[in-house]
């Protein structure tokens, strides 16, 4: 006797079961992923992953920089980690070194001792990374030849610890330790603080915070802070993050008690930017993409808004008695004051086709949000960016 059938909406369930079930796994590990630190530390940093297939760290010439234009420096944080750096010249000072440069073998010519002439011959971009790949990431090179040649700066590129050739294993104190030994060996060849200009990509936003931070507490004063593609805190860049692109992956969890404060408290590596507005003291430039698919834009919105908010009146709140008439009316009143100022201490420029820059003056320095319609989360590679870094540092 033939076995009957199955109706093909029991088959139909059935996959529809099966396929819920497998997203319902895939989310399960996702979040048991994001709370595990070894995974944290290699999503956070990707330190492990680098494009490049050998690493001549030794011949800069190898990554596409000019001969003899870039010096490999080993320097020291302040717990003893060896960390590996480039410090590349301004082309108006490499333009006058011997060409072509003596072999490497050759040390009567050391390029290294020339650093101090550099130093005081042209302004410096401390340029802190993102994470994944190391200081010959080809897209960070092509950064330090627009930099060198367009703003005719020298720049100094770390790799922190466990990146590249640096020893360790990175956490958050450790990175912080290696972007002031940069900062410090700047100071020990002879530059000046205001001679100094800190400069961060996506992670290295957060590590420039931090080293910016740092040197306000100290009374020590850059001449200036550069944050592009920046998230705002490590916390509320993952409770944006979509897995797959569509399925956001701490979002579901807010309506269970306690979770979210769960997932606060197994961060191991708490980059929090916002948290240190208040003591970094420099001129500030805010740049991000809005079509920044990795960190959104709103981040550096946030930051922005953060550097106004002692120069704004408080922010409304929404009234108690949503009914009530007249506290909506002084709830409106309220914000359109706090608007009204924001527009008054905030200079706007809008650009068909390319962006807005966004600028005030706040007890002497500078505080600018640049925001471009196109450029990426590699912001930095766009022109108008350069120039934006160029003419708000005094480089032009």
């Known amino acids: 006797m033939a076995e009957?059938?199955?109706?093909?909406?029991?088959?139909?369930?059935?996959?529809?079961?099966?396929?819920?079930?497998?997203?319902?796994?895939?989310?399960?590990?996702?979040?048991?992923?994001?709370?595990?630190?070894?995974?944290?530390?290699?999503?956070?940093?990707?330190?492990?992953?680098?494009?490049?297939?050998?690493?001549?760290?030794d011949h800069p010439e190898s990554y596409g920089l000019s001969p003899g234009k870039t010096v490999n420096l080993k320097l020291k944080s302040a717990d003893n980690t060896t960390i590996g750096g480039w410090f590349v010249f301004s082309d108006p000072f490499y333009r006058e070194l011997p060409y072509p440069p003596p072999p490497n073998n050759d040390f009567s010519f050391p390029r290294k001792e020339l650093i101090p002439s550099a130093l005081r011959s042209a302004p410096t971009i401390l340029f802190l990374h993102g994470n994944t790949g190391t200081r010959a990431h080809p897209l960070r090179t092509v950064l330090y030849t627009a930099f060198t040649s367009r703003l005719n700066v020298n720049v100094l590129a770390i790799d922190y610890r466990g990146f590249g050739d640096s020893e360790g294993h990175?956490?958050?104190?450790?990175?912080?330790?290696?972007?002031?030994?940069?900062?410090?060996?700047?100071?020990?060849?002879?530059?000046?603080?205001?001679?100094?200009?800190?400069?961060?990509?996506?992670?290295?936003?957060?590590?420039?915070?931090?080293?910016?931070?740092?040197?306000?507490?100290?009374?020590?004063?850059?001449?200036g802070t550069v944050l592009m593609s920046p998230f705002s805190s490590v916390r509320r860049l993952i409770n944006q993050y979509y897995l797959f692109g569509f399925l956001p992956l701490l979002k579901p969890l807010s309506v269970i008690p306690l979770a979210p404060r769960l997932i606060t408290w197994s961060l191991v590596h708490r980059f929090d930017t916002l948290t240190l507005v208040p003591e970094i003291k420099s001129s500030v430039l805010i740049a991000h993409a809005d079509n920044d698919f990795d960190i959104p834009s709103s981040h550096a919105s946030i930051l922005f808004d953060a550097f106004l908010e002692p120069y704004l009146p408080t922010s409304a709140l929404l009234p108690e008695n949503p009914l009530s008439h007249a506290d909506w009316d002084n709830y409106t009143l309220h914000d359109a004051v706090r608007t009204s100022k924001r527009s008054e201490l905030v200079s706007t420029t809008r650009i068909d086709g390319y962006g807005v820059f966004e600028e005030t003056t706040l007890e002497g320095r500078k505080v600018a949000l640049l925001k471009t319609e196109s450029g990426g989360h590699d912001i930095g590679r766009v022109e108008g960016v350069q120039d934006a870094i160029g003419r708000m540092f005094g480089f032009y």
Do not use: C
């Open 170 to 223: 990175p956490t958050v104190q450790g990175v912080s330790k290696d972007a002031r030994a940069a900062w410090d060996y700047l100071m020990s060849q002879g530059s000046r603080p205001e001679d100094v200009l800190i400069l961060g990509h996506s992670l290295g936003t957060a590590i420039a915070g931090l080293l910016s931070s740092e040197l306000g507490r100290a009374g020590i004063h850059p001449r």
């Open 4 to 57: 009957p059938k199955k109706a093909p909406h029991s088959t139909l369930y059935r996959f529809g079961r099966i396929v819920l079930f497998a997203f319902a796994a895939l989310y399960a590990l996702a979040v048991v992923l994001v709370m595990t630190p070894f995974i944290q530390t290699h999503v956070m940093y990707a330190h492990y992953i680098d494009y490049l297939t050998f690493n001549k760290f």
